[in-house]
Nanobody, 115 residues
């Protein structure tokens, strides 16, 4: 079992930056598959970015070049650095982990991009 808690969301102007954190309740050293998802208002949840234990990363086309996913195993935390934010990035952002056949989700953090 692992509990995930997101933080770092908020209101930001277009073009601004935010860094989201996903703090785990225990070591993430052995968790190979960690991801960020988001759910825009009135839409389905969508994948944003992934990272594995080898620090290999993947990004949705809509965020590629603007967002950076990373993990700090010593701090039991995953991050999402979001730059050049656009109004269409407005969503609830969720962190996700997959380990030994189990899916784990955080409760989400709201990101609103608006002037």
């Amino acid at each position: 079992q692992v509990q995930l808690v997101e933080s770092g969301g908020g209101l930001v102007q277009p073009g601004g930056s935010l860094r989201l954190s996903c703090a785990a309740s225990r070591s993430i050293f052995s968790i190979d598959d960690m991801r960020w998802y988001r759910q825009p208002p009135g839409k389905q949840r969508e994948w944003v970015a992934s990272i594995n234990t080898g620090d290999n990363t993947g990004y949705a086309d809509s965020v590629k070049g603007r967002f950076t996913i990373s993990r700090d195993n010593a701090a039991n935390t995953m991050y999402l650095q979001m730059n050049s934010l656009k109004p269409e990035d407005t969503a609830v952002y969720f962190c996700y982990a997959y380990e030994l056949g189990h899916d784990y989700w955080g409760q989400g953090t709201q990101v609103t991009v608006s002037s």
